[in-house]
């Protein structure tokens, strides 16, 4: 069975400083990992996935994530933050068989400090 | 084009009544997921569709629980005899193919609220 554990609910940041949401998975196969970003009142945007080959991917609004397959991890890192990224981030996994569902973390609410 | 689209976009009812959701997801796309949230949680899967078919349907709490879809479009999610424990958002989203490989788009959701 697959699962993925978001350790930090809120991650609070001052404007312009360096961010990382971290992201564990657990799975017994290949997966397929996704980083959503959610506004309030909004549905959820991808920001990033990594489907096969380099580590390291690259997304909207200056996000990156590196998927690590011997820590089982897949962190999202943002070098400068803005206001604007305040929100809620959500870290999935999904794989190649059954029914392609989304597995979710619980999210982290990253609030952006001025 | 148009995203997926989800009304109503809120819905008050009180406790056991019926409610009626409604997705319209992106034109063309094939699979369609229900997921819920409910308040300061991550999201759970309650169903999915693979044109008009649901392989699984094994996320639906209970038995007051139902979703069709029809025309490969449409998806309609039914709780009926509403309780208090089903106050939460409710979103969709569709995906162009089946696979765990394709990117799942999301619609506003609907936030359904109990009294």
């Known amino acids: 069975a697959q699962s993925v554990t978001q350790l930090d609910s809120q991650v609070p940041v001052f404007e312009e400083a360096p961010v990382e949401l971290r992201c564990n998975y657990s799975?017994?196969?290949?997966?397929?990992l996704f980083w959503y970003v959610q506004y309030p009142n909004q549905g959820l945007q991808l920001l990033l996935k990594?489907?096969?080959?380099?580590?390291l991917v690259k997304g909207i609004n200056g996000f990156e994530a590196e998927f690590n397959k011997s820590q089982t991890s897949f962190h999202l890192r943002k070098p400068s933050v803005h206001i604007s990224d305040t929100a809620e981030y959500f870290c999935?996994?999904?794989?190649?068989?059954?029914?392609?569902?989304?597995?979710f973390g619980t999210g982290t609410r990253l609030k952006v400090l001025a | 084009g148009a995203g997926v689209s989800q009304s109503p976009s809120n819905k008050v009812t009180e406790k056991g009544k019926d409610v009626e959701l409604r997705c319209d997801p992106i034109?063309?796309?094939?699979?369609l997921y229900w997921y819920r949230q409910r308040l300061g949680q991550g999201l759970e899967f309650l169903i999915y569709?693979?044109?008009?078919?649901?392989?699984?349907k094994s996320g639906l709490p209970s038995d007051r629980f139902s979703a069709e879809r029809t025309g490969e479009s449409v998806s309609t999610l039914t709780i009926q005899r509403t309780q208090q424990e089903d106050s939460a958002v409710y979103l969709c989203?569709?995906?162009?193919?089946?696979?765990?490989?394709?990117?799942?788009?999301f619609g506003d959701g609907t936030r359904l609220s109990i009294l």
């Open positions: 989203a569709s995906s162009p193919r089946t696979g765990g490989s394709q990117p799942q788009h």
């Open positions: 799975s017994s196969v290949s997966v397929y």
């Open positions: 990594y489907l096969s080959g380099s580590t």
């Open positions: 999935a996994v999904s794989g190649d068989s059954g029914t392609y569902k989304y597995i």
């Open positions: 034109s063309g796309h094939t699979a």
């Open positions: 569709f693979q044109g008009n078919s649901a392989p699984d």
